[in-house]
């Protein structure tokens, strides 16, 4: 929980640490999948393109569902606690045809809220994909709004290996723009 006074974050059980957060303007992205999960962090504006701060979670293919879930919870917390966040935004669960994809979508979903609700101590904020794209003005198809991050940072990146990532750092550059 954040202790305004101190500005620390603490972590109960089974944790115990202490994170130090030194700004107030930290979001992480989080485009979520049960394949490979984007996440991105932009600070006080700015996507923050150290490696430390976007990646892929990307749990082995070939588990049991609940080991899925497990590695990418563990791998998330590594993220959360790595980028300290003071916001964390989610794209929220698309309802397509696929309702067996919906089902999976949604477990993986509920580990990320559970997850960044015990190290972060609040709810994050699940925002739909088109809310983002329409108000970035990047487009509303997948590939359209990879095109816009990849042009505005002058990135060398293909669509099959990064879209994930490009849709995270769509989902904290809303964020940051929506609370300032």
């Not at 940072?153 to 904290?172: R, S, V």
Request: charged share 25%; hydrophobic share 40%; glycine share 8%.
């Amino acid at each position: 929980m954040l202790d305004a006074d101190s500005g620390f974050v603490s972590i109960l059980k089974p944790y115990k640490v202490l994170i130090m957060i030194k700004s107030k303007n930290i979001f992480l992205g989080l485009d979520i999948s049960s394949k490979s999960t984007g996440y991105a962090v932009v600070s006080n504006g700015k996507w923050k393109r150290a490696e430390k701060y976007f990646g892929l979670i990307t749990p082995p293919e070939k588990i049991l569902p609940g080991e899925k879930l497990t590695y990418f919870r563990k791998e998330l917390i590594k993220v959360i606690l790595k980028t300290t966040p003071t916001h964390i935004f989610i794209e929220d669960v698309f309802g397509g045809r696929n309702i067996t994809t919906t089902k999976t979508l949604s477990r993986f979903a509920g580990v990320a809220i559970q997850s960044c609700f015990e190290i972060y101590g609040v709810e994050p904020t699940i925002i739909n994909t088109s809310t983002v794209r329409s108000f970035l003005k990047s487009g509303q198809k997948k590939e359209e709004a990879f095109s816009f991050i990849v042009s505005k940072y002058k990135l060398d990146w293909g669509f099959n290996t990064h879209n994930d990532i490009t849709d995270a750092i769509m989902l904290a550059l809303y964020g940051y723009k929506i609370t300032k």
